[in-house]
């Protein structure tokens, strides 16, 4: 009879640390969630939106948002850099913006008989680079750098990047004349693409709404927006996001869909293997806003187009028939067996 007590306060106690492993990630996981909360009531009709770009931001990636001009893109970057107390930056890119435009230049100082290096804008927590598809190749080359390495390199002197920054670029969907389609190399640096869409037709009411009550995406003081973390909880909140647990079966899960991208005969261009890598730190991420300390195949399931859909190419075939990456991608992540 001792022994099976004995077994079973062993098991209590098993049951009661593995609870307590959990806590943690689930009590670390409330801030992001309030975060998240507070953006839908600013930014309203676009909670998918709010969430993708709430996960790049806990992976420690960058996002590219496509949508049509008034789809509160630059509204939604600034409420997410003021929910978290991080400094936003915005730079617009031209076709006369020059790389020195956005990560400085040494200046001469007569004063003191020597170059000074002035910081461009890129020293930035937060950085929206607006339309980035209207400045040339070697400006986009510029964020290259900042983007993989988090550090530029300025006369051949390298200075490191703030520990959060991170890009969120725009490109508008509709107007090609007087744009430069951004490489593959560069696509292929963003986590996530997301696809911004217009707001339902409630939302859209509650827009004109919130106009009525005095708000404006001009003045920040009408948001309507508290910090809720402090700029240095978000390494806490990046920390947490590492620590959730994907399974063996779930890795698997998640090479079978960059390899079978690889497979389909609509793509003439496949994902790479950092596709690979960005959808399973991105999973990971949208784990811990379920407030999970592991990843399941629906997380997954989830992230698949948006971490994939800039990283692939039809074929000239396919969009003649007026297929689309979407379609093509929901139709392979219909026919790959997910893990129980």
């Given amino acids: 009879m001792s022994d099976v007590s004995e077994v079973s306060e062993v098991s209590e106690v098993n049951e009661v640390n593995e609870i307590a492993e959990v806590a943690p990630q689930l009590h670390a996981s409330e801030p992001a969630r309030q975060v998240l909360e507070q953006l839908s009531g600013v930014v309203l009709g676009q909670e998918a939106v709010l969430r993708q770009m709430l996960v790049a931001l806990l992976a420690g990636g960058h996002a590219l948002l496509e949508g049509v001009p008034g789809t509160a893109k630059t509204l939604a970057i600034r409420a997410l850099a003021m929910s978290m107390e991080l400094r936003f930056g915005r730079v617009q890119f031209t076709p006369d913006l020059m790389p020195t435009d956005l990560v400085g230049v040494n200046m001469l100082d007569e004063m003191r008989h020597e170059f000074v290096y002035h910081p461009g804008p890129i020293f930035a927590d937060v ?48 107007e090609y004349e007087g744009t430069y389609p951004l490489p593959e190399a560069q696509l292929d640096r963003f986590l996530l693409k997301i696809s911004i869409g217009y707001p339902d037709a409630d939302s859209e009411r509650g827009i004109l709404d919130r106009y009525a009550g005095g708000f404006s995406a001009e003045r920040a003081d009408t948001f309507g927006v508290r910090t809720l973390l402090a700029a240095g909880e978000l390494a806490g909140l990046r920390a947490a996001v590492a620590a ?30 950092r596709a690979g890598v960005a959808l399973f730190l991105a999973s990971r991420a949208e784990a811990f806003l379920n407030e999970r300390d592991f990843v399941t195949p629906d997380d997954v399931k989830s992230l698949a187009k948006p971490v994939l859909r800039h990283r692939v190419v039809l074929t000239p075939e396919a969009e003649v028939e007026g297929q689309t990456v979407d379609d093509r991608l929901d139709g392979l992540l219909h026919t790959l067996p997910a893990p129980r």
Avoid at 257 to 266: D, F, L, Q, Y
């Fill in 127 to 174: 950085l929206l680079a607006d339309e980035i598809n209207r400045a040339p190749a070697k400006t986009q080359a510029a964020l290259l750098e900042a983007m993989a390495e988090r550090q530029v390199t300025v006369d051949g002197k390298t200075r490191a990047l703030p520990p959060a920054f991170t890009v969120f670029a725009s490109q508008n969907p509709v």
């Fill in 244 to 273: 959730v647990h994907v399974e063996p079966s779930v890795r698997d899960y998640v090479t079978r869909i960059v390899r079978a991208t690889r497979e389909e005969p609509s793509f003439s261009l496949g994902a790479s293997p």
